[in-house]
């Protein structure tokens, strides 16, 4: 086989074998993004509730397990914003320590660390445990950052340190237990099922 031939039958390998955008990872985005929809719904009634349950802040936490980190930061950005636009909730800008904007930084960072951990980290499963722990830490950080800054800019009083605590840690408690049992719970059932593997293709 000539030189150039051998050349061309290898370009056209590699854009046979080049990875083009998988629907299933859109099919699991849009899924894990009509639950951060659905699932506040059930603590509406009580927002009290909804905020120690952190119901959206589950599919966004699974989505970058499952279809790595640029799907997860998309939909944990996109998901606070398009349901504070059609349904007002949560609020745009900051009322007390909620804000979507706020939220949607907070979430993106949910989804980025886990999917980008998730797939670096070599511990085993223990890398499940490892990746949303480090996520629910940095996603909390970057949601307290965002929030001073709407505050800094928009509110007549500060954003304090006592505020950061009590709303992301001692107010969230069982949201955090939620998420440190059911996510792991999940993950380990879709990867016997191979369902997380398939986003590395």
């Known amino acids: 086989m000539k030189?150039?031939?051998?050349?061309?039958?290898d370009f056209r390998e590699r854009m046979r074998t080049m990875k083009k955008p998988d629907t299933l990872h859109w099919t699991f985005s849009?899924?894990?993004?009509a639950l951060g929809f659905v699932l506040p719904f059930l603590t509406m009634q009580i927002p009290e509730i909804g905020r120690m349950l952190l119901?959206?802040?589950?599919?966004?936490?699974?989505?970058?397990?499952?279809?790595g980190w640029p799907y997860g930061l998309l939909v944990g950005f996109v998901t606070p914003l398009l349901r504070s636009l059609f349904?007002?909730?949560?609020?745009?800008?900051?009322?007390?320590?909620?804000?979507?904007?706020?939220?949607?930084?907070?979430?993106a960072a949910y989804g980025f660390i886990t999917g980008l951990l998730f797939t670096r980290l070599r511990f085993g499963r223990a890398r499940i445990f490892i990746s949303l722990l480090i996520a629910m830490l940095g996603g909390r950080l970057v949601w307290g950052l965002a929030i001073w800054l709407l505050y800094a800019l928009l509110m007549p009083v500060p954003f304090t340190l006592a505020?950061?605590?009590?709303?992301?840690?001692?107010?969230?408690?069982?949201g955090i237990l939620v998420q440190w049992v059911l996510v792991p719970l999940i993950v380990l059932a879709w990867e016997n099922v191979r369902v997380i593997p398939l986003r590395s293709r």
């Open 3 to 9: 030189g150039s031939e051998r050349l061309s039958l």
């Open 30 to 33: 849009a899924l894990f993004l």
């Open 55 to 67: 119901p959206m802040h589950l599919p966004v936490l699974l989505c970058g397990f499952v279809c």
């Open 87 to 107: 349904l007002g909730m949560p609020p745009m800008l900051p009322m007390g320590t909620a804000s979507a904007i706020a939220m949607a930084f907070e979430l």
């Open 163 to 174: 505020l950061f605590w009590a709303d992301a840690f001692v107010g969230a408690w069982p």
